[in-house]
């Protein structure tokens, strides 16, 4: 039998060399009768990773080097997350140090899982929210400072599973554990295989969060997505536009648009490539409506992808902040008189949000907010929408728009 702790150990040791997670789980031979238990383990030690760094560090005088601590992080996860009987865990992490050739430091790691203590909370309300949320102390403050007491809350929302939209075929699929949501032939299932229904266009994954974006905006002759891969809103808005232009910057991500289109039967999407910041002439005026789901921070996804934990810092919410202010002043221009404009991100900062719309207003005349309606449940704010994921079925993402006033 394989050891538990190998195929996390080979996956995870390509997420903290810097590759994302849903990557390296692909690139990745795993045995695949064990699979969901290795994607179970992988997600979970990312998203436990601040927890489990916290325990290794009161533990330990010395910290362990990155192979031995990933180690620890797995076998601590198993034990503490899963309930794994305490022998295999300690044998299989002892066993995985000696092979990986380390066997100087299995008695290490033997002492380690048999002796090792849960330290107390931090005293200071946000640094034990870091703590017993596992997540970035920058982010806390943050989220505490806009949201108060709910910050706890926002971060601690686990997945709802996994989100399906079905074009066709949904009752063969009802009789599993699901969740019904706001939105028609849109369901989140606890646990659910893809098939070869997949394959031929019946349904895709697509999160609740995107298809609330969708369902917001307003039928339109022609749509241009300005930021469009991999290509979910480009392909559900082609159902209620009479042509969608889906732009990408990178040509290998606009591939993945051009593939989701086919597979979805979507021929009115148009896939270009872009810099959605930079004026393209052609496009002035060109649009009855344009959606800029911008880059962003993805905080308010970090259920779905614990990876963000490692990789987003807090300096880098600046540069998104210019970015996102620069692609919706510039994707203004496209848009036709009485057209809309839609701005909308994965992220819960306001930083994101409200502060870019009202930069927008400040610096661009002749467009009048337009706050959209939504039947997932949200907050208002003074600018948008803001779906949190403890109350909006996982989803953390904001939603406003604009309509282009006529002269």
């Known amino acids: 039998m394989t050891n538990p702790l190998c195929d996390p150990y080979l996956v995870l040791s390509k997420v903290y060399g810097g590759k994302y997670l849903k ?24 998203e436990k990773d601040i927890y ?29 997350f899963m309930s794994k009987h305490d022998f295999m865990v300690v044998d299989s992490a002892v066993e995985l140090t000696k092979k990986l050739g380390k066997d100087g430091a299995s008695g290490f790691v033997n002492a380690f899982l048999r002796s090792y203590k849960i330290p107390p909370a931090p005293a200071n309300t946000d640094e034990k929210t870091a703590f017993e949320c596992s997540a970035p102390l920058w982010l806390v403050k943050r989220l505490r400072r806009s949201y108060k007491s709910e910050a706890a809350s926002i971060l601690s929302a686990p997945s709802q599973g996994i989100s399906v939209r079905f074009e066709r075929g949904a009752e063969s699929y009802l009789g599993k554990p699901h969740v019904d949501t706001p939105f028609e032939n849109l369901y989140i299932f606890k646990n659910f295989t893809r098939d070869k229904n997949f394959d031929s266009g019946d349904y895709t994954f697509q999160s ?13 002759r022609e749509l241009l997505d300005a930021c469009a891969a991999p290509g979910g809103k ?29 597979r979805m039967s979507a021929q009115n999407v148009t896939v270009v490539t872009g810099d959605a910041g930079v004026l393209n002439p052609e496009y002035e005026g060109a649009f009855d409506a344009v959606l800029c789901d911008v880059p962003c921070s993805g905080t308010g996804v970090i259920n779905e992808n614990p990876d963000i934990k490692l990789f987003r810092k807090e300096q880098d919410i600046a540069s998104l902040n210019a970015v996102q202010l620069a692609i919706l002043k510039n994707c203004s221009r496209y848009v036709k008189e009485g057209g809309k404009l839609y701005y909308s991100t994965c992220s819960v900062l306001p930083e994101e949000n409200d502060s870019i719309v009202y ?21 208002k704010t003074k600018f948008g929408l803001q779906f949190l994921p403890h109350i909006s079925l996982g989803a953390g993402f904001y939603l406003t728009s604009f309509i282009k006033e006529k002269i």
């Open 359 to 379: 930069g927008f207003l400040r610096d661009c005349s002749g467009f009048a907010l337009q706050i959209p309606e939504s039947p997932l449940e949200h907050r």
């Open 52 to 80: 489990l760094n916290a325990v290794i560090s009161a533990n330990t005088k010395k910290q362990p080097k990155s192979a031995v601590r990933l180690i620890l992080k797995i076998a601590l996860y198993m034990l503490e």
């Open 208 to 220: 609740v969060g995107s298809v609330a974006i969708c369902e917001a905006v307003a039928p339109c």
């Open 23 to 46: 990557q390296a789980l692909a690139e990745t031979p795993i045995e695949f009768i064990n699979k969901p238990r290795t994607v179970k383990i992988c997600y979970g030690v990312l």
């Open 234 to 262: 480009s392909v559900l808005l082609s159902a209620k536009c009479g042509g969608v232009t889906a732009n990408e910057l990178h040509a290998h991500r606009a591939e993945l648009i051009k593939a989701y289109a086919h």
